[in-house]
């Protein structure tokens, strides 16, 4: 079975950092872009970022960028999320994504599996 399993949530300060993990199993991430998303209570999903595994070529929301860095391990089928600087608004549950087409977009529809979810939440 495809499965992706996310990991790595928890409660921080502002200002301070969390590593989210991507786990995948029954396929291999090194021909696919993956992509971490984000939902906060009563709001959208939200695209955060993705990596391109074929070319390691990446984008990044405006909100994120300078603060957080995508990366994949292939031999690990293992892509994070390293988020600095937290802030508030950031909390919310991220989940990471597969698109089989291995593009670099980061809307929603894009993408064809996802995995369970995280949450983050950053106090005041």
């Known amino acids: 079975e495809v499965q992706l399993q996310a990991s790595g949530g928890g409660l921080v300060q502002a200002g301070g950092s969390l590593r989210l993990s991507c786990v995948a199993s029954g396929f291999s991430f090194d021909e696919y872009t993956i992509g971490w998303f984000r939902q906060a209570p009563g709001k959208e999903r939200e695209g955060v970022a993705c990596?391109?595994?074929?070319?390691?070529?990446?984008h990044y929301a405006n909100s994120v960028k300078g603060r957080f860095t995508i990366a994949i391990d292939n031999a690990e089928n293992t892509v994070y999320l390293q988020m600095n600087s937290l802030e508030p608004e950031d909390t919310a549950v991220y989940y990471c994504?597969?698109?089989?087409?291995?593009?670099?977009?980061?809307?929603?529809?894009?993408?064809?599996?996802w995995g369970q979810g995280t949450q983050v939440t950053v106090s005041s």
């Open positions: 990596i391109n595994s074929n070319d390691g070529s990446t």
């Open positions: 994504a597969v698109d089989i087409l291995g593009g670099s977009s980061l809307g929603t529809y894009e993408y064809d599996f």
